[in-house]
């Protein structure tokens, strides 16, 4: 008997809320970055709402005058820290954290996953990111940022590296027999002797194999070279696809299973999961007002020219209040325009809105979907990109901090409860086990009698 499939959902942490100004909301708090409460807090929060995984960025750069663009990149908690931590105040919930590869070592970073997935209990991800920020380099004792192909085959072999390690140790290979004195079977130790274009390591890892044999991962990004690391490695693909629209999603979703399958793995096990920001409330109109409220306070000068540009009409003489109705230019937009105005009517929950208010959405426009709404009409976008196989599940972005996701978890969480799609409890305490991924063959043990020859050289590329 087939099982019903499920929607699956992660919420990741932006201590002063997705949105450049919601922490500006009377309510909103300005402290998230070092405060241990409020993480605490919001993960217990997310494990109440039965989330997959509580999802924890990272950057390794952070400039102050990206204040009103990116606040919550300026100031930035470590993730493999605030995972640990995570860890130790919650059970069932798995947690993803983020490394930026360009700037880690494959064994620190093997060795701190596996730790942290046996401290947990089999709850870790890992997602691999690579950095786009040029200023990184100069952190780094570098002198340039390296460009989007070298990054990615560094991350290629990092990946394999890590992969690698964690498997060093078959399952028994601490006997610890009291009598003979023998602590390890030095047999069931491997070295993995990778010899690669960047990397040369030996092993084994001084950390027994993860709780769930290798740790899901998790990569993002819309290239080309992203979207091929992500169909030989990840299991969860994070994606801003939701910016594409329904039908331009369901696209980008059946190419990324595709290409899955023509690297030999099972479409289903690799789970696409684009982000999403929500604002809700008990009613349509209070949500409404929420962001109409939170966009007011967002302090970007208006540019009419850039709006200009993007919607393909002059509008740099009218006044920044100036109502949609009342530019006659509107009446000539093209079709992608069309979809600007309506997804800004949608938003902002009335079709009287001003110029200004045009552009506040416009200039969203690339991060994320962002959707306004009751429970109901929250759900209802949910559920039609889950069945439409647009999407396997979403990332949660907060646009505010306290109270985005403590509506969420009351709010949308009990309706898509009552809908079937989302589960009521927890059936298993692994991050594999909330996606339904079978624990790995640990691979010395399929390699035979061939279990200590390289894992990979160059040669072999």
């Not at 909103?28 to 509580?54: C, H, P, T, V, W």
């Not at 009291?178 to 092993?203: A, C, L, M, N, P």
Request: glycine letters at 8%; charged letters at 25%.
């Amino acid at each position: 008997m087939s099982t019903k499939r499920q929607l699956h959902l992660g919420f990741t942490i932006w201590p002063s809320g997705f949105h450049p100004a919601g922490w500006r909301l009377p309510q909103a708090r300005i402290d998230g970055n070092s405060n241990r409460d409020f993480y605490k807090r919001m993960a217990q929060l997310a494990e109440r709402g039965k989330f997959d995984f509580f999802f924890i960025g990272d950057q390794v750069v952070g400039l102050p005058e990206w204040q009103y663009e990116r606040p919550n990149q300026v100031l930035r908690p470590e993730a493999l820290s605030l995972a640990g931590f995570v860890a130790g105040v919650t059970e069932k919930i798995g947690i993803v954290t983020t490394v930026n590869v360009t700037y880690a070592d494959p064994y620190s970073v093997a060795r701190a996953t596996a730790t942290l997935d046996h401290l947990s209990g089999g709850r870790i991800g890992w997602n691999i990111v690579t950095g786009e920020a040029e200023a990184a380099a100069g952190n780094y004792n570098r002198k340039e940022h390296w460009d989007n192909t070298r990054r990615y085959e560094w991350a290629n072999e990092f990946v394999e590296v890590v992969k690698g390690l964690w498997d060093s140790w078959e399952e028994d290979a601490r006997v610890a027999d009291k009598v003979t004195g023998v602590f390890i079977d030095q047999t069931k130790v491997h070295r993995i002797d990778y010899r690669g274009e960047f990397f040369s390591i030996d092993g084994p890892l001084n950390a027994e194999r993860p709780v769930q044999g290798q740790i899901p991962l998790v990569n993002a990004g819309r290239s080309d070279r992203s979207i091929e690391l992500g169909a030989r490695y990840s299991d969860i693909k994070f994606t801003n696809s939701s910016t594409l629209g329904l039908e331009g999603a369901k696209r980008y979703y059946a190419d990324l299973k595709a290409r899955a399958t023509r690297e030999g793995r099972d479409p289903d096990h690799q789970f696409i999961i684009p982000g999403i920001v929500v604002y809700t409330a008990e009613t349509s109109d209070a949500a409404h007002a929420l962001y109409r409220q939170i966009q007011e306070l967002w302090q970007i000068p208006i540019d009419f020219t850039d709006l200009s540009q993007g919607i393909g009409v002059d509008v740099t003489g009218y006044a920044a209040d100036t109502r949609l109705p009342d530019v006659p230019e509107f009446a000539q937009l093209a079709p992608q325009a069309q979809e600007y105005v309506r997804i800004a009517k949608e938003q902002y929950g009335s079709d009287d809105i001003s110029l200004a208010d045009l552009y506040r959405s416009y200039r969203r426009r690339g991060a994320f979907k962002e959707i306004v709404g009751d429970p109901r009409e929250i759900a209802d976008v949910l559920e039609l990109w889950f069945n439409e196989r647009a999407v396997d599940g979403f990332m949660i972005f907060p646009p505010y901090v306290e109270g985005a996701l403590e509506s969420f978890v009351d709010l949308v969480i009990p309706e898509l409860q009552r809908r079937g799609i989302f589960r009521t409890d927890y059936t298993g305490s692994t991050l594999r086990d909330h996606f339904g991924l079978a624990r790995p063959t640990e691979r010395f043990i399929a390699r035979g009698a061939n279990a200590n020859r390289p894992i990979r050289t160059a040669a072999a590329e």
